[in-house]
C-alpha cells in the first residue's frame, strides 16, 4: 500500500481531494494533508509519502521548489503538478523536475486518478527493477569464487572469448587483471602429505593454501587463481609496483615455507617468466603442469621456473 500526500494553500481543495475520492480503492493506504509547503515538508519529513499532489502556486513556496526540496529527503516520490495557471513555462520546468503529470485546476478527479495509478505502477516497476538487481548481485557475490574459478578455467582451456567480452567479465567480478598487464603464471602442485585426505578435506586444503598465497602476496601483488580440473593451484600474478615481479622466486618460496609450517605439508611450485596478460595462457599451463611432473617427479617441496 502506498501514503499520498496533498498540498494546497487552498483549503477546500485538500479537503475535497482528500475525502472525496475513494484512495483505498486504488491502492493508497494513507492520505496526508497539508496546507501550506512548509507542512509538506513536516510531513514528508515523518512519513514515508509515496506519491505528491501539489498545488503550484502558493505563498511561501511554489510548487517547484518543494519538490526540489522534498526530494532531499524522499528522492524517489512521484509528484503531481495542479496549477489554476495554464502557463507553459511552469509546464516545461514541471517536466524537468520529472513529475509524473501537470493538471489544470479545476481537477479533472478521473485525470488526477489515472495520473495516480501511473504513479503506482512507475513505484511498482522501479521496486521491481531494485529488488531483481539486488538479487542478480547476492547471487553474484555468493558465486564470485566459482565464477572467477571459471573464467581463469576457460583461458587456461583457451575457450574463444573476444577481448571486449573478456574485459566486461573482469571488470563485473572485480578481477584486477586487463589486457596487457604484465603478470607471471605459479602453478601449484599438493604433493603426497596431502593425499589421505578425501574430496571435501582436500577442497578445503586448496583454499586454506590460496588464503595463504593471498597474504604472502598481497602488499606487493594482485593474485587471481583457480583450480584445475587435473587438480592444480594456478595463480595468476600481477605487481601493485614497479618491477615488483623481479622479486616473485621470494615469495613463492615463502608460501612453500608457511604452507609447510601451518599446514604441515609440502607444495611444488612452478613459476613462468613474465608475460603479457592474456597472452600464451594456455602454453604456460601446459608448460609449468608438464616441468612439474618432468622435474619434480616424487620430491616433495620443489621450486622450478620455466623460461616460456
Known sequence: MFQLLIVDDEKSVVDS????????????DEVHQAYSAQDALRIASEHAVDIMITDIRMPEMDGLELIKRIRHFSRKIRCIILSGYDDFEYAQKAIQYQTINYLLKPVDVDELIRTVKVAIEDIEREWAEISSYQRIK???????????????????????????????????????????????????????????????????LEYA???????????????????????????????????????ID???????????KFLKGSLSICLSNIR????????????SVSSIKHDVGK???YFITVDR
Open 276 to 287: 603479457v596478460f592474456p597472452d600464451d595462457i594456455t602454453d604456460l599451463y601446459r608448460a
Open 299 to 301: 620430491n616433495r617441496s
Open 209 to 247: 593454501v590460496s588464503n595463504i598465497a593471498e597474504e604472502v602476496f598481497r602488499d606487493l601483488f594482485e593474485l587471481w587463481h583457480c583450480v584445475t580440473d587435473q587438480g592444480y593451484l594456478v595463480f595468476l600474478i600481477k605487481s601493485k609496483e614497479n618491477d615488483a615481479l623481479k622479486l
Open 250 to 260: 621470494s615469495f613463492a618460496v615463502k608460501l612453500q615455507n608457511h604452507v609447510q
Open 17 to 28: 481531494l482528500s475525502l472525496t475520492i475513494p484512495w483505498t480503492e486504488y491502492g493508497i
Open 138 to 204: 547476492h547471487t553474484l557475490h555468493a558465486n564470485l569464487p566459482l565464477l572467477k574459478d571459471r573464467l581463469l578455467n576457460d583461458l587456461i582451456q583457451n575457450k574463444p572469448i573476444r577481448s571486449e567480452i573478456l574485459e566486461e567479465r573482469l571488470t563485473m567480478l572485480g578481477i584486477p587483471f586487463r589486457p596487457g598487464d604484465p603478470f607471471v603464471m605459479m602453478v601449484v602442485r599438493l604433493e603426497d602429505d596431502f593425499s589421505g585426505y578425501d574430496l571435501k578435506s582436500l577442497s578445503l
